[in-house]
């Protein structure tokens, strides 16, 4: 992670157009080599005294806002912020820059920072996935925006994991759901890997699910239908076999009425003991 935010880093630098400025004189009590304060406060950073880099990287932007350093400075900002896991504050700065500095030539890269500030905060497959969405949103809006650039190369690697993320999702909800025999519930979920997410891990194990559903709720067309979808693009999987085995054998249809048996046995049990319970 260090070195990709240090590749991060780098990436800005380098687009960064360098333009030689007439030098603007201050109040005594101001500096007025916005270079050198520039050159200072990179260094503060560099040396892990994020504090002491940030105010000296916000005096330049407040004094020197018409020159270059002024919004390379503000650009700095939000990365420090987003290099500390400052990720509110950091948003907040790349607000300001794009409101003062739309034509800067580094717009591309604020947008591409919004996108990770909002990457770095996606959760696990079993947590909400707003920020996974939000940062999808972002990432396709670099691409189709900027599609020659750096950032570009990266939205598209980071748009295929942010997919397995959100088809992970819909997988663990689709469990879920099954475990509790809602096969309609988890039928739905499961059509969404199929549908948005095709081309993630998780679309093999899908078809399966959706094979396994449609021979508990007796559709055996449908579900033969599937295996023979997942056969032909994944006949070595294990998934395969497992959903070939559901329909090419009896066992499973056996299985399936000694569940149907034992879970109204259990549910009968729990009747009759809260029946006699005293409330």
């Known amino acids: 992670m260090k070195l990709f935010k240090f590749v991060v880093l780098i990436l800005f630098i380098f687009t960064f157009s360098c333009t030689s400025e007439k030098q603007i004189v201050f109040n005594e009590e101001k500096i007025s080599d916005p270079k050198k304060m520039y050159i200072d406060a990179f260094s503060l950073y560099q040396s892990g005294k994020y504090n002491e880099a940030l105010d000296l990287f916000e005096k330049i932007e407040l004094n020197f806002s018409h020159l270059s350093y002024g919004p390379k400075s503000l650009l700095m900002i939000s990365y420090i912020y987003y290099d500390r896991g400052k990720f509110l504050e950091s948003l907040q700065s790349i607000k300001r820059f794009k409101k003062f500095y739309p034509n800067h030539v580094n717009y591309d890269y604020a947008e591409y920072l919004i996108a990770l500030n909002l990457y770095d905060q996606i959760n696990d497959a079993s947590r909400d996935q707003r920020n996974s969405k939000l940062a999808l949103t972002q990432f396709k809006k670099i691409i189709k925006k900027y599609p020659n650039t750096d950032y570009a190369q990266d939205a598209k690697y980071k748009v295929d994991l942010i997919n397995e993320q959100l088809a992970g999702k819909e997988m663990y909800i689709a469990r879920y759901y099954m475990d509790r025999f809602k096969w309609m519930a988890a039928l739905i979920r499961l059509n969404n890997i199929v549908t948005k997410y095709s081309k993630t891990i998780f679309i093999d194990e899908a078809l399966h699910r959706i094979v396994e559903i449609n021979y508990r709720i007796g559709n055996i067309p449908e579900a033969k239908k599937y295996a023979s979808i997942l056969g032909y693009n994944s006949n070595d999987s294990d998934w395969y076999k497992k959903s070939y085995n559901i329909v090419s ?26 029946f006699f319970l005293v409330k």
């Open 249 to 274: 054998e009896n066992k499973f249809i056996d299985k399936i009425k000694k569940e149907k048996k034992s879970s109204r046995y259990v549910n009968l049990k729990k009747k009759i003991k809260n």
